[in-house]
């Protein structure tokens, strides 16, 4: 019977020594599983880990602790060559000497596959990314974005159960990397195999990704889908990291059977759904709401569905498709609303200097979680 799952991650734990220091714990305690098919991203800022978690799977790094398992075999210190994964580098890492079909041919030519079979199997490859023909060229011959094309050629032709990419555009101009981004995406469907994805990219992340586990100082923060991360992220570090956020800082001043009241700089409060977690009265507190959830107007229409702030507008910004407004709720604090541009006279609506009120629904207004 074949596993639903493509990798486990079972209690990880991976620590470097120090020279100075003493030892450096790079993950710490991961605990995450894959899906076979599933297009997997590890997003994260530097230094948080997802490049060593990549590098256990791919057998690189052995834990210190924990389990690695693939297609439901564990793993433990067997080397890279001996397991169905193969991985895409940033750098290509492709044999300048070489022509492009020996540098794809190259693993297969290592495994003793058959001329005839190594081939059939390199066009396909070369095909699949959509550079056949240049396999007598050599690598110089060929641009950043063919370049990394061959490299995943390279990484496909030996037919792994999984794929691992570790920052593979991120050396392409932001036009290229794109546009790469959903050729990979498109490729990944119509393959059928598992990428696990590594980026800092959390734009790259959410284009790609089926799920997306957000890492910071060797911790998985939380795990979900694009919209989930987006929409529903669990701590302050979530929301920031991913696209743009308001946090406004506030205390629980009382708590009903299905909302809460925050007050927020002893100016204003919210009434806004409980959370999933427990709060209890006088709690310090954070409300997180997206720059493009709120609206600006210049008067109130009374609706329990509805929170408005009244404000001062400090900053208009044009930004082609969108205008976002720094709107002062208060000496202390400020907030974002991004309207988009669909009136060619929306630089006129509001001017700077106008007090507007900013409108919030309140099932936008979420109150975070502590970070684990």
């Not at 602790?65 to 080397?79: L, N, R």
């Not at 981004?181 to 284009?207: N, R, S």
Request: proline share 5%; hydrophobic share 40%.
């Amino acid at each position: 019977m074949t596993s639903s799952n493509a990798v486990e991650l079972i209690n990880v734990t991976k620590r470097f020594k120090g020279i100075q220091s003493g030892d450096v714990q790079a993950v710490d305690n991961i605990t995450l599983t894959i899906q076979n098919g599933e297009f997997f991203s590890l997003l994260g800022p530097s230094g948080c880990g997802k490049s060593t978690t990549l590098r256990m799977i791919a057998g690189f790094e052995i834990p210190t602790s924990g389990e690695v398992k693939i297609m439901d075999q564990p793993m433990g210190d067997t080397p890279p060559h001996m397991r169905p994964v193969n991985m895409v580098f940033q750098s290509y890492a492709l044999f300048p000497h070489m022509t492009i079909f020996d540098n794809v041919a190259f693993g297969l030519k290592m495994d003793g596959v058959d001329k005839g079979e190594i081939k059939t199997r390199v066009d396909s490859a070369l095909n699949l990314v959509q550079l056949g023909g240049v396999g007598p060229r050599k690598p110089k011959q060929l641009s950043g974005g063919q370049q990394q094309r061959i490299a995943l050629a390279r990484a496909l032709v030996k037919r792994p159960a999984v794929l691992l990419l570790d920052e593979p555009l991120g050396a392409l101009d932001r036009k290229l990397r794109k546009a790469m981004q959903l050729e990979l995406k498109h490729m990944q469907k119509t393959l059928g195999i598992t990428f696990i994805y590594v980026t800092h990219d959390q734009e790259e992340a959410i284009t790609m990704s089926d799920r997306i586990a957000v890492m910071r100082q060797g911790h998985v923060l939380q795990i979900g889908s694009p919209v989930e991360i987006y929409e529903a992220p669990n701590c302050k570090f979530v929301a920031d990291f991913i696209g743009e956020s308001n946090f406004l800082p506030g205390f629980v001043r009382d708590l009903e059977t299905s909302r809460v009241r925050i007050e927020v700089d002893g100016q204003f409060s919210f009434n806004i759904p409980l959370p999933s977690f427990p709060l209890h009265n006088g709690q310090e507190v954070t409300i997180m709401v997206r720059p493009e959830k709120g609206t600006l107007s210049r008067e109130i229409s009374p609706n329990s569905d509805y929170s408005f702030v009244l404000g001062r507008i400090l900053e208009v910004i044009y930004l082609g498709e969108d205008i976002s407004y720094v709107v002062a709720l208060s000496e202390r604090l400020h907030a974002i609303i991004r309207s988009q541009n669909v009136n060619l006279s929306g630089l006129d609506n509001f001017k700077l200097g106008e007090e507007v009120y900013v409108r919030w629904a309140v099932n936008h207004l979420r109150i975070l979680g502590e970070e684990n």
